[in-house]
């Protein structure tokens, strides 16, 4: 008898200790990230931002009081691998909660299996906002729906305000997805602001000889270069150009690898987009101060070549800051429940109040991305006036 209290006893203390251990289940969040390939430069920065994040989460007690598991896969910047590893992380691993990966393309790949499973899907690099028809997907990019058109005339506005504004363009691009459909729209803004396009390139993604482009923009002679390129594939170019004797005149770049272009001296002046740099009045946020600290020592460690928050860390820090905002406003890491609360409310990231109340859940007409110039060795905004660096002025020729 007495043996039956004892084992009645313990089976009854394991009972009562079930929801407790339930309750302490770590959230399982899992991603992929393009940590080789053509865009792991992008990847290793994301990396370390998800990294910083995910520790000083778990530092301030997790999500709704759970620590927080991340798996995160190497997605090699392959969509098909993007897709599979997807997939893995929704039947194999189990995972609670799926972040998306870095890039277009890749997103496109997650944003299928989301849609398969049900899944919310956070992302924030996603440059063709029309593509993305599931209603569980939400951009924490802070970008437009409309980019093809507000992201041209954002840059145009900004060279429109030099003390020569140009009155000539050349626009070369990347075939990678986004790069390409933004500057397609470009040809269209610029011609309806009457600029005169006297040159318009298309290159392949992974294009590593840019002496011919470099050579045919020379002979064009433009006034302002529009070049729809990512990564370090500026720093080629520019590479190619001074091999020729050409210093471009005002020139803007899509989405540049921000380190190498620092250290390249014919890359002064350049123009790009930005969300947030480490200067007034960004760094007023208290977060955002915290999270250039943790970032940059944990940057370091990781051997990244520049370790200044800017937009790459910016947009993924917001992707993760949406989630622990919308978890803790819902008191759930429910798929639909976290969606339906971002539907109809906002969240105030370390970039700018993100919002979803428009078409797809995007905000027509509208973002929060900067422009930033290169000057005097570091990336400044410049563009609009009110987010200045103190005392910058956008530079001419």
Same mark, same amino acid.
């Given at each position: 008898?007495?043996?039956?209290?004892?084992?009645?006893?313990?089976?009854?203390?394991?009972?009562?200790?079930?929801?407790?251990?339930?309750?302490?289940? #770590?959230?399982?969040?899992?991603?992929?990230?393009?940590?080789?390939?053509? /865009?792991?430069?992008?990847?290793?920065?994301?990396?370390? +931002?998800?990294?910083?994040?995910?520790?000083?989460?778990?530092?301030?007690?997790?999500?709704?009081?759970?620590?927080?598991?991340?798996?995160?896969?190497?997605?090699?910047?392959?969509?098909?691998?993007?897709?599979?590893?997807?997939?893995?992380?929704?039947?194999?691993?189990?995972?609670?909660?799926?972040?998306?990966?870095?890039?277009?393309?890749?997103?496109?790949?997650?944003?299928?299996?989301?849609?398969?499973?049900?899944?919310?899907?956070?992302?924030?690099? $996603?440059?063709?906002?029309?593509?993305?028809?599931?209603?569980?997907?939400?951009?924490?990019?802070?970008? +437009?729906?409309?980019?093809?058109d507000v992201w041209p005339n954002l840059v145009l506005n900004a060279v429109g305000? *030099?003390?020569?504004?140009?009155?000539?363009?050349?626009?070369?691009t990347s075939k990678f997805p986004s790069l390409h459909f933004i500057s397609v729209?470009?040809?269209?803004?610029?011609?309806?602001?009457?600029?005169?396009?006297?040159?318009?390139?298309?290159?392949?993604?992974?294009?590593?000889? $840019?002496?011919?482009? *470099?050579?045919?923009?020379?002979? +064009?002679?433009?006034?302002? /270069?529009?070049?729809?390129?990512?990564?370090?594939?500026?720093?080629?170019?520019?590479?190619?150009?001074?091999?020729?004797?050409?210093?471009?005149?005002?020139?803007?770049?899509?989405? #540049?690898?921000?380190?190498?272009?620092?250290?390249?001296?014919?890359?002064?002046?350049?123009?790009?987009?930005?969300?947030?740099?480490?200067?007034?009045?960004?760094?007023?946020?208290?977060?955002?101060?915290?999270? /250039?600290?943790?970032?940059?020592?944990?940057?370091?460690?990781?051997?990244?070549?520049?370790?200044?928050?800017?937009?790459?860390?910016?947009?993924?820090?917001?992707?993760?800051?949406?989630?622990?905002?919308?978890?803790?406003?819902?008191?759930?890491?429910?798929?639909?429940?976290? +969606?339906?609360?971002?539907?109809?409310?906002?969240v105030d990231s370390i970039m700018g109040r993100l919002e979803w109340g428009g078409?797809?859940?995007?905000?027509?007409?509208?973002?929060?991305?900067?422009?930033?110039?290169?000057?005097?060795?570091?990336?400044?905004?410049?563009?609009?006036?009110?987010?200045? *660096?103190?005392?910058?002025?956008?530079?001419?020729?």
């Amino acid at each position: 008898m007495n043996r039956f209290c004892q084992a009645a006893a313990l089976l009854l203390s394991f009972v009562v200790a079930l929801p407790q251990a339930f309750a302490q289940a #770590p959230v399982r969040i899992g991603m992929t990230l393009s940590l080789t390939g053509p /865009i792991a430069a992008p990847g290793a920065i994301q990396k370390v +931002a998800t990294e910083t994040y995910v520790e000083d989460l778990n530092r301030r007690g997790g999500l709704l009081g759970r620590k927080v598991e991340l798996i995160l896969k190497d997605d090699q910047s392959r969509p098909d691998m993007a897709r599979t590893l997807y997939e893995q992380l929704v039947t194999v691993d189990k995972v609670d909660l799926i972040m998306g990966p870095y890039g277009t393309a890749n997103i496109l790949s997650a944003m299928a299996v989301a849609q398969r499973y049900n899944k919310i899907l956070l992302h924030n690099s $996603f440059g063709t906002p029309r593509q993305a028809k599931y209603e569980m997907q939400f951009s924490t990019s802070g970008g +437009a729906f409309d980019i093809e058109d507000v992201w041209p005339n954002l840059v145009l506005n900004a060279v429109g305000s *030099a003390p020569k504004p140009p009155k000539t363009i050349a626009i070369v691009t990347s075939k990678f997805p986004s790069l390409h459909f933004i500057s397609v729209g470009a040809r269209e803004v610029a011609k309806k602001r009457g600029l005169q396009e006297v040159l318009y390139l298309e290159y392949e993604f992974g294009n590593r000889d $840019f002496g011919p482009i *470099a050579s045919r923009i020379k002979d +064009a002679k433009p006034d302002f /270069i529009w070049f729809g390129a990512g990564g370090i594939d500026p720093v080629l170019i520019l590479d190619s150009m001074k091999k020729i004797d050409y210093q471009p005149p005002m020139h803007f770049y899509m989405f #540049p690898a921000p380190g190498p272009m620092v250290k390249v001296p014919e890359a002064r002046n350049a123009l790009a987009f930005t969300t947030f740099e480490e200067h007034p009045p960004f760094t007023a946020n208290p977060r955002a101060a915290e999270f /250039i600290k943790a970032y940059r020592e944990r940057g370091a460690k990781a051997g990244l070549p520049d370790t200044s928050v800017d937009l790459l860390a910016s947009i993924c820090y917001s992707m993760w800051q949406t989630l622990e905002t919308a978890a803790n406003a819902t008191r759930s890491i429910d798929d639909k429940t976290l +969606a339906a609360w971002l539907r109809k409310n906002h969240v105030d990231s370390i970039m700018g109040r993100l919002e979803w109340g428009g078409p797809q859940n995007y905000v027509t007409g509208k973002d929060i991305y900067k422009i930033k110039q290169l000057q005097g060795g570091k990336w400044q905004v410049v563009w609009p006036p009110e987010f200045a *660096a103190p005392g910058a002025k956008l530079l001419g020729n």
